[in-house]
């Protein structure tokens, strides 16, 4: 199976930060790699796939890089609907398997 | 537009079974395939494998094979999970999701989540 690593596991942050979280892949998973945003109590949200493709009405402060076997989710100011759990996953192969999730908190 | 919505919590006892539904809207039910996610309680996604609902072709990640089955009803754009054997560490929110090919791979629709509770 394809291990995500995500980094860190929590954040605090306040807002107009610059964040950055990454993810990685145990191996080549080339660009199959997407980033939901999950909040207490409520369903996940998909914010990029395909490494850096933003997800349809997700506001541009969002935004997916890759280098190699490493994916980094950026939001370039945070804002205070920001602050929720993150996770990667990867959809290269079976089983799907998503990254341990990052808790961004207020500072 | 798109809706999943996924059938009202359960509280069972150890060795039952439970079905649960995800129902499908706003979209054709067969032109995307159906993932389920499972999140226990404080702790992060497993994805447990997903359904080709044109095909019902179904794939498990290993850990949830033999108790757990997927299925389908496209004649009212539903799908299914059901558990049998219930242990108290299926205690969990279990998640469906449209599954979407656009370069990739991905889960762009959730639904709400249905909470399993399994207590004696």
């Known amino acids: 199976d394809i291990q995500m690593t995500q980094s860190p596991s929590s954040l605090s942050a306040s807002v107009g930060d610059r964040v950055n979280i990454t993810c990685r892949a145990s191996q080549s998973i080339s660009n199959h790699l997407n980033w939901y945003q999950q909040k207490p109590g409520i369903a996940p949200k998909l914010l990029i796939y395909?490494?850096?493709s933003l997800q349809s009405g997700v506001p541009s402060r969002f935004s997916g890089s890759r280098s190699g076997t490493d994916f980094t989710l950026t939001i370039s100011s945070l804002q205070p609907e920001d602050f929720a759990t993150y996770y990667c996953q990867q959809t290269y192969s079976s089983p799907r398997t998503f990254g341990q999730g990052t808790k961004v908190e207020i500072k | 537009q798109v809706q999943l919505v996924q059938s009202g919590s359960e509280l069972k006892k150890p060795g039952a079974s439970v079905k649960l539904s995800c129902k499908a809207s706003?979209?054709?039910?067969?032109?995307?395939?159906m993932n389920w996610m499972r999140q226990a309680p404080g702790q992060g996604l497993e994805w447990m494998g997903w359904?080709?609902?044109?095909?019902?072709?179904?794939t498990y990640a290993q850990g949830f094979t033999g108790r757990f089955v997927f299925s389908l009803d496209t004649s009212v754009s539903t799908a299914y999970l059901q558990i049998s054997s219930l242990k108290a560490e299926d205690t969990a929110v279990y998640f469906c999701a449209r599954e979407r090919f656009t370069s990739s791979w991905y889960a762009d629709f959730w639904g709400q989540g249905t909470l399993v509770t399994v207590s004696s």
């Open positions: 359904i080709n609902t044109n095909t019902g072709d179904r």
């Open positions: 395909a490494a850096s």
């Open positions: 706003g979209y054709t039910f067969t032109d995307y395939g």
